[in-house]
């Protein structure tokens, strides 16, 4: 059964881009899954709006087909298809020209929720803004949604936050990043500060390091274009492993609500120290099996772009001083897997004899697959014989603990789309946490491009680089294991 769950507000959404990927994807579907799951209101209205030539009934089309592709298992019954159809309307829009920003004012209505999705490039979003606003479309009670990348660096992340401000106020402004709309992130939050066994513990004093991990095994085909501007540093560090990073270092908020949680995770960004190039290995697959290599995806055959990176990350503050967080992403790895792994200190001493290995405990929360918290825990091998010591999971799997509440979790992008409705923007990105992010990230990037630094080359289907088991290594330390 779909979790049933309280409507929200009645409410306007408009998507600009509304026949874009994003939208076919998991914009549209989601939504269709959050009116099964009885989240959506009878009077809700989603508007699509891009540049396509379409009517409203040529937008159904559309949608019922990305709803057939994309919304996957959702029992909701006959006729749900023609309910969530009979919500849509369709604007054709020129974002530089006039066509269409009247047409879509008219298309709304005025005691309802307004919101507004920039389903499009980051390119765009200073021009949609001052449109919106320019025509009345939007006032101070409406809110926008933006996607990632925002920026390409800090210089253009404080032009689209110019540009947004200019038009909305901080608060009307949601910065996605999907990763915080993940049920294991905020389980994270849950974890630690919904019980008193662990925060304790949380601190350099018994955790030896992090490892946080978000290995995939797609490669960046019909993407590289986007890719090779970007890389996986500014795909995926400067945005989702940062997010795991603060969420995993922060310092208790106050209180569960928006600003108290993002003055928290900025602190965590602010304390960071500069890595060094030593402390950071870059890598880009080579072809393997029946895939190209990563320059045949790119638009440059000569690309020094990553598609791996893994970092040596230092928190100065009092909390982590003396713990290192180890961060590693990367395409075309042995599974699709990710991770935050808080390994704990060994026993300060040993009572015991003998060949034990003592290794200390490991708590590891995993994203995917397979939700779920394992603690990893020393026990005495069971039988005769005397003192044995073996080590064994005390394993959480969400799926098992939870049932069918888990099989239909809302994914990512449903959960932040009620919660704009909602507004509540806890799970989204602050213009200031953005900015401190890139501050953080540019000069690495910098410092690799004035070395002319050329990424090193790994095999699909394994680990990444080798240097990057070195970068543990060399501190006596290793990566667990990216299992396929
Ligand atoms: C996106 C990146 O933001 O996140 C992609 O642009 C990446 O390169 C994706 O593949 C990973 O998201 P998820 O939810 O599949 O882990």
């Known amino acids: 059964m779909v979790a049933k769950t309280i409507p929200v507000d009645p409410f306007d959404l408009v998507i600009i881009g509304g026949t874009g990927d994003l939208a076919r994807r998991k914009i549209l579907p989601g939504l269709f899954r959050r009116m099964c799951a009885g989240q959506m209101p009878d009077e809700a209205r989603v508007i699509g709006a891009s540049r396509s030539d379409l009517d409203a009934d040529g937008f159904r089309d559309f949608v019922r087909e990305a709803l057939e592709e994309f919304a996957g298992e959702t029992q909701c019954g006959d006729g749900a298809v023609d309910q969530f159809l009979a919500k849509l309307d369709y604007v054709s829009l020129d974002v530089f020209g006039d066509k269409g920003w009247k047409e879509l004012k008219a298309s709304l209505r005025p005691d ?281 999971p005390l394993d959480m799997s969400f799926a098992e603990a939870l049932g069918d509440q888990v099989s239909f979790m809302p994914d990512a992008y449903e959960r932040l789309i009620m919660d704009v409705i909602r507004g509540d923007q806890t799970l989204f990105m602050r213009g200031d946490e953005v900015e401190a992010a890139w501050a953080w990230v540019d000069p690495i990037i910098q410092a690799w491009q004035d070395a002319g630094d050329t990424p090193v080359a790994y095999d699909p289907g394994g680990a990444g680089p080798d240097d990057s088991l070195m970068l543990l290594h060399k501190d006596g330390r290793r990566w667990r294991e990216i299992k396929p």
Request: with cysteine; proline share 5%.
């Open 112 to 392: 309802v929720i307004r919101a507004v999705y920039f389903s499009v490039g980051p390119s765009l979003f200073g021009e949609i803004a001052r449109k919106l606003s320019g025509h009345g479309i939007t006032d101070e009670h409406s809110r926008i949604v933006v996607e990632k990348p925002f920026g390409h660096d800090l210089d253009s992340a404080k032009v689209l936050n110019a540009e947004l401000r200019a038009c909305f106020d901080e608060h009307q402004i949601y910065r996605i990043d999907h990763y915080l709309g993940k049920e294991t992130v905020q389980n994270l939050m849950a974890v630690r500060f919904g019980n008193a066994l662990f925060e304790p513990l949380w601190n350099a004093q018994h955790v030896d390091h992090v490892q946080i991990t978000v290995a995939e095994t797609v490669s960046v085909a019909g993407r590289g274009g986007y890719y090779d501007k970007s890389g996986a540093m500014r795909d995926m560090v400067q945005n989702h492993l940062m997010q795991l990073l603060c969420l995993s270092a922060m310092e208790p908020p106050a209180k569960y609500g928006a600003d108290a949680v993002r003055d928290e995770k900025l602190k965590v960004i602010r304390a960071l120290e500069p890595v060094s190039p030593a402390e950071v290995v870059r890598g880009q697959y080579n072809a393997g099996g029946d895939v190209d290599s990563y320059v045949a995806h790119s638009e440059d055959p000569n690309s020094k772009t990553e598609s791996f990176i893994a970092l040596k990350v230092k928190v100065a503050n009092w909390r982590w001083a003396s713990t290192p967080f180890y961060l590693r992403t990367g395409k075309r790895l042995r599974g699709r897997m990710s991770e935050i792994a808080i390994v704990f200190k060994d026993p300060p001493h040993s009572i015991f004899e003998g060949e034990f290995k003592r290794k200390g405990n490991v708590l590891v929360i995993r994203l995917q697959p397979d939700e779920g918290i394992t603690l990893r825990v020393t026990i005495k091998e069971p039988g005769p014989g005397g003192m044995r010591l073996t080590e064994v």
